[in-house]
């Protein structure tokens, strides 16, 4: 019986130090370019969200002072853990400043994007050919943010947010205009505020979302419209209180070791690479996350980043708004807590000996 009690403690002790993070730097882009009108990838000021799927990267631009109706737009890198070439900048609309793209999406070579421009927009949500950069089609509208959406018509969905709204839109991702459900149906993400921070879909349709209290909230799906009750993972930190502001940018991480939940903690003073992503386990458990070829200490002036994870390669794209940069990394565990799994195993064994 000692034997089988020591075995429970130390895959209990290992099972809690499991899930912490390694981020193994793949490649690095530099998007500098993007910020140059002259330049055929031009998106904008700043970099302010990423798309992902394993092989190509999807860039959004935010227009941080550039001048009312500069316009800003989307642009491809294939290929991105080999080759840091930009493809030619498609999506752009005239953009009044402090506004612009808060999320892209892409699924089979499609890209849903959300774009925010203080109103109505004829392509405020819209779908692109990622190849080709063509619009296939849109709806005048002002969504917050827009994920391709596993749980409705078998993925052929596109779910995006409204401000003042707690339920999310569903729209046909062949006919936007089609509403699947709407404000009156659509899945609740609704956890205390309406003002939307972040949003991301995972591969089983559950969501997560930053809202105006700078919370990270989590609901997980029940049915094509419904989800579970909001469980909070997490609260921004500030000096005046929590952050509250845009850029907070949830993702869900579902890798191979479990299930996360990655954002951005803008309120930490002097933000850094390492001190502004932060993420959680699905109990809300704070997780370390190491950087393996790229120094935490890189500053950032705003702290604002975008991440998109691929489960399929096991893979994490990263956008720096402030740096204007992109990355793509391995996520694995970190060696300790693969150690502290062997390190169980052993004890174990030389116990029953």
Same mark, same amino acid.
């Given at each position: ?162 401000? /003042? !709204?707690?339920?999310? @839109?569903?729209? *046909?991702? +062949?006919?936007?205009? &089609? ?5 009156? #149906? =659509?899945?609740?993400?609704?956890? /205390? !505020?309406?003002?939307? @921070?972040?949003? *991301?879909? +995972?591969?089983?349709? &559950? ?5 105006? #209290? =700078? ?139």
């Amino acid at each position: 019986m000692k034997n089988v009690c020591v075995l429970v403690a130390s895959a209990g002790l290992a099972g809690a130090a499991m899930g912490q993070l390694q981020l193994q730097l793949v490649n690095s882009i530099d998007l500098l370019d993007t910020q140059d009108p002259a330049s055929s990838a031009f998106i904008g000021s700043n970099p302010s969200t990423v798309a992902w799927d394993g092989t190509d990267m999807y860039v959004a631009g935010w227009n941080n002072g550039r001048g009312n109706d500069t316009p800003h737009g989307i642009v491809r890198i294939a290929d991105a853990s080999n080759s840091s070439a930009l493809g030619t900048a498609f999506g752009q609309r005239p953009t009044l400043n402090f506004r612009g793209y808060l999320s892209v999406d892409v699924r089979n070579g499609q890209v849903a994007a959300a774009f925010e421009n203080g109103a109505n927009d004829p392509q405020g949500l819209a779908i692109y050919n990622g190849a080709t950069g063509a619009l296939v089609n849109s709806r005048e509208s002002r969504p917050i943010f827009a994920n391709w959406d596993p749980a409705v018509a078998g993925g052929n969905a596109v779910s995006w947010s409204e401000f /003042g !709204s707690g339920r999310l @839109r569903v729209s *046909d991702g +062949d006919n936007l205009n &089609n509403l699947l459900f709407d404000g009156t #149906n =659509g899945p609740v993400i609704f956890g /205390g !505020s309406t003002i939307w @921070r972040g949003q *991301d879909i +995972d591969d089983s349709g &559950n969501i997560a979302v930053a809202d105006g #209290n =700078g919370n990270i909230n989590y609901f997980a799906r029940t049915g094509p419209n419904s989800t579970a009750a909001a469980v909070t993972l997490a609260t921004t930190s500030g000096a005046l209180g929590p952050f509250t502001g845009n850029g907070i940018n949830p993702a869900i991480l579902n890798t191979s070791f479990g299930d996360f939940v990655m954002y951005n903690d803008r309120g930490v003073p002097g933000a850094t690479l390492g001190s502004a992503i932060k993420a959680v386990d699905l109990n809300g458990n704070a997780q370390t996350i190491e950087f393996v070829g790229l120094s935490d200490a890189l500053a950032s002036a705003t702290g604002w980043y975008d991440f998109d994870y691929d489960s399929a390669t096991g893979t994490l794209a990263v956008v720096d708004f402030s740096n204007r940069l992109a990355w793509v990394f391995n996520v694995v565990p970190a060696p300790s807590s693969a150690m502290a799994l062997g390190l169980a195993g052993l004890v174990a064994l030389r116990r029953r000996r």
